[in-house]
């Protein structure tokens, strides 16, 4: 959402619930965070019970010196941002009314009843299905947040307000810190310590729920444990959770557990460093990618990846629906490979993958050992080579390649980290650097070298800077990107850095292969290589 539109709340609760509390709570932290805010309510027609509306329109991010926005007394159906229901049937007349609109409104609501006049008045069985009004809450809705507030707040002897309020925070949607609406519920003279229990154990819900919802989504399986992953992946904001979640389950595909926790990890220790975010959406865009990118480069493709994702029943079973082989029909399937000495060093350990790479390059080696070879993956002999190379996924963590990746890894957020906290557009740029690693061998080597350069000059020039880098060093930085990704002999980069104020690298020289003359032909041919 534009920083520039309001961020319109309407609250429907019931008399006595505590719901102007709530709208009170909600206003104080807007005036703490200096955003600019607005609030109406409308009261019902009793004192308990009664069906009462609170709306509030705010800004995500303080007005500039001199303006003063203009906001609207009441809500527009189909212009409310979140509507937060105390009740089931709440929510439900919400739908109804038209302020819940399945682009734009998330709905927060609770699942317990409170029967209205018109069930009590029925001679049978009167109630209305609640299932109906779930199945509208969730078609109509962007999202649809429910969860039994009634429960949560008997549990911590408070009041519900408190539970909405939770609940709310831990949408991620609004534009301040969950510590931001625990210090102002804890001004408060009156259950200090019930309201804030009742808060957190509805954050705590909804951030899990959400990130049970992200694992689903991402097609986690029974291996990947959604009730380990979940809670872990609630600790993070929520711009990065969906993010985070497909990449936790693509790391456990990878590797194992433990190299998962490392990546939640490391998208914990980022998080952390960048401060609030919640106000800031080009720093929540910053952390989503992060999350998405650095998931990518964790799981970096080797010789023992390439050999796994060959090797799976659902390739072949993709290949036959691709080729449309019909059912008995006997369906073959060749893989080109080009090992060579470079692939072969990086899976061996790491001192011994180190010599041989050295020994390769000093004699010129390196790439002309390479040697093309056809490998039948549906025979028995091609697909038991693969899976004896898939079967070496323990062995990673020792090779030279794994070593060399994880230290570039951490370079690349450790200069996140920093520009999170000072920069957002540049960090943003920073996040997607990684985007010009790929493949393996040749490919490898190249996307390697682009990535080198690039943080060697405008990374490490803005790290350096006395002052933050701003967005001109931010474009400056895709573009050298976008370069990179261009055309792989670095000409296109070294251009653009040049754009950049880089001093140009030397051509890099390029040996002439001269070819033996084909019999018959009178001219000799030559051909760079």
Same mark, same amino acid.
């Given at each position: 959402?534009?920083?520039?539109?309001?961020?319109?709340?309407?609250?429907?609760?019931?008399?006595?619930?505590?719901?102007?509390?709530?709208?009170?709570?909600?206003?104080?932290?807007?005036?703490?965070?200096?955003?600019?805010?607005?609030?109406?309510?409308?009261?019902?027609?009793?004192?308990?019970?009664?069906?009462?509306?609170?709306?509030?329109?705010?800004?995500?991010?303080?007005?500039?010196?001199?303006?003063?926005?203009?906001?609207?007394?009441?809500?527009?159906?189909?212009?409310?941002?979140?509507?937060?229901?105390?009740?089931?049937?709440?929510?439900?007349?919400?739908?109804?009314?038209?302020?819940?609109?399945?682009?734009?409104?998330?709905?927060?609501?609770?699942?317990?009843?409170?029967?209205?006049?018109?069930?009590?008045?029925?001679?049978?069985?009167?109630?209305?299905?609640?299932?109906?009004?779930?199945?509208?809450?969730?078609?109509?809705?962007?999202?649809?947040?429910?969860?039994?507030?009634?429960?949560?707040?008997?549990?911590?002897?408070?009041?519900?307000?408190?539970?909405?309020?939770?609940?709310?925070?831990?949408?991620?949607?609004?534009?301040?810190?969950?510590?931001?609406?625990?210090?102002?519920?804890?001004?408060?003279?009156?259950?200090?310590?019930?309201?804030?229990?009742?808060? &957190?154990? %509805?954050?705590?819900?909804? /951030?899990?729920? #959400?990130?049970?919802? $992200? +694992? !689903?989504? @991402?097609?986690?399986?029974?291996?990947?444990?959604?009730?380990?992953?979940?809670?872990?992946?609630?600790?993070?904001?929520?711009?990065?959770?969906?993010?985070?979640?497909?990449?936790?389950?693509?790391?456990?595909?990878?590797?194992?557990?433990?190299?998962?926790?490392?990546?939640?990890?490391?998208?914990?220790?980022?998080? &952390?460093? %960048?401060?609030?975010?919640? /106000?800031?959406? #080009?720093?929540?865009? $910053? +952390? !989503?990618? @992060?999350?998405?990118?650095?998931?990518?480069?964790?799981?970096?493709?080797?010789?023992?990846?390439?050999?796994?994702?060959?090797?799976?029943?659902?390739?072949?079973?993709?290949?036959?629906?691709?080729?449309?082989?019909?059912?008995?029909?006997?369906?073959?399937?060749?893989?080109?490979?080009?090992?060579?000495?470079?692939?072969?060093? %990086?899976?061996?350990?790491? /001192?011994?993958? #180190?010599?041989?790479?050295?020994? !390769?390059?000093?004699?010129?080696?390196?790439?002309?050992?390479?040697?093309?070879?056809?490998?039948?993956?549906?025979?028995?002999?091609?697909?038991?080579?693969?899976?004896?190379?898939?079967?070496?996924?323990?062995?990673?963590?020792?090779?030279?390649?794994?070593?060399?990746?994880?230290?570039?890894?951490?370079?690349?957020?450790?200069?996140?980290?920093?520009?999170?906290?000072?920069?957002?557009?540049?960090?943003?740029?920073?996040?997607?650097?990684?985007?010009?690693?790929?493949?393996?061998?040749?490919?490898?080597?190249?996307?390697?070298?682009?990535?080198?350069?690039?943080?060697?000059?405008?990374?490490?020039?803005?790290?350096?800077?006395?002052?933050?880098?701003?967005?001109?060093?931010?474009?400056?930085?895709?573009?050298?990107?976008?370069?990179?990704?261009?055309?792989?002999?670095?000409?296109?980069?070294?251009?653009?850095?040049?754009?950049?104020?880089?001093?140009?690298?030397?051509?890099?020289?390029?040996?002439?292969?001269?070819?033996?003359?084909?019999?018959?032909?009178?001219?000799?041919?030559?051909?760079?290589?």
């Amino acid at each position: 959402m534009s920083d520039r539109k309001p961020f319109t709340l309407l609250i429907a609760a019931l008399g006595g619930e505590g719901g102007g509390v709530l709208n009170d709570w909600i206003v104080d932290c807007a005036i703490d965070r200096g955003l600019p805010v607005q609030a109406t309510s409308v009261p019902g027609v009793a004192q308990r019970t009664g069906s009462t509306s609170y709306y509030i329109e705010m800004m995500r991010t303080p007005a500039p010196e001199g303006a003063e926005p203009v906001f609207a007394l009441s809500p527009v159906p189909g212009g409310v941002d979140v509507v937060l229901a105390s009740e089931l049937v709440e929510a439900g007349r919400m739908v109804e009314r038209g302020f819940v609109h399945p682009k734009r409104t998330t709905l927060i609501a609770a699942t317990h009843r409170v029967y209205t006049t018109h069930e009590k008045m029925q001679m049978g069985d009167g109630r209305f299905d609640d299932e109906r009004v779930h199945a509208g809450a969730r078609a109509l809705s962007t999202r649809y947040v429910s969860l039994d507030m009634a429960s949560i707040a008997a549990a911590h002897g408070t009041v519900i307000s408190a539970v909405m309020f939770g609940a709310l925070a831990g949408s991620g949607l609004l534009p301040w810190s969950r510590e931001t609406c625990e210090r102002i519920i804890g001004a408060g003279r009156v259950g200090v310590q019930a309201s804030l229990a009742g808060f &957190a154990a %509805a954050y705590d819900a909804v /951030a899990t729920g #959400a990130a049970h919802e $992200a +694992l !689903a989504g @991402a097609g986690a399986s029974a291996r990947s444990h959604p009730e380990v992953w979940a809670p872990l992946l609630a600790t993070l904001p929520a711009p990065m959770r969906e993010n985070a979640a497909h990449g936790v389950v693509r790391v456990l595909d990878y590797q194992d557990a433990a190299y998962a926790r490392l990546y939640v990890e490391r998208l914990q220790r980022i998080a &952390a460093g %960048a401060g609030e975010i919640e /106000a800031r959406p #080009a720093l929540g865009r $910053a +952390l !989503a990618e @992060a999350a998405r990118y650095l998931a990518l480069w964790m799981t970096y493709e080797d010789v023992i990846r390439v050999a796994d994702l060959k090797s799976r029943r659902s390739r072949v079973a993709r290949i036959r629906e691709e080729s449309r082989a019909r059912e008995g029909e006997i369906l073959q399937i060749v893989e080109y490979l080009k090992p060579g000495v470079d692939e072969l060093a %990086a899976m061996l350990p790491r /001192a011994l993958g #180190a010599r041989l790479r050295e020994w !390769a390059t000093r004699r010129g080696k390196l790439d002309s050992l390479n040697r093309g070879m056809h490998l039948p993956s549906t025979h028995i002999s091609g697909y038991l080579m693969l899976r004896t190379l898939a079967r070496m996924r323990p062995t990673r963590r020792r090779s030279l390649r794994f070593h060399e990746e994880q230290a570039a890894i951490e370079r690349w957020l450790a200069a996140l980290d920093r520009m999170l906290a000072v920069s957002p557009p540049f960090a943003a740029a920073l996040a997607e650097l990684p985007r010009v690693l790929k493949g393996y061998g040749d490919t490898h080597r190249r996307g390697r070298a682009s990535f080198a350069r690039i943080f060697d000059t405008l990374v490490d020039r803005a790290l350096a800077a006395a002052t933050a880098p701003g967005e001109e060093a931010a474009q400056e930085l895709r573009r050298a990107i976008e370069a990179a990704l261009a055309e792989p002999e670095g000409r296109k980069l070294e251009n653009t850095l040049e754009q950049a104020g880089i001093t140009p690298l030397p051509p890099v020289a390029k040996p002439i292969v001269w070819m033996r003359k084909p019999r018959g032909q009178a001219a000799s041919l030559t051909r760079p290589h």
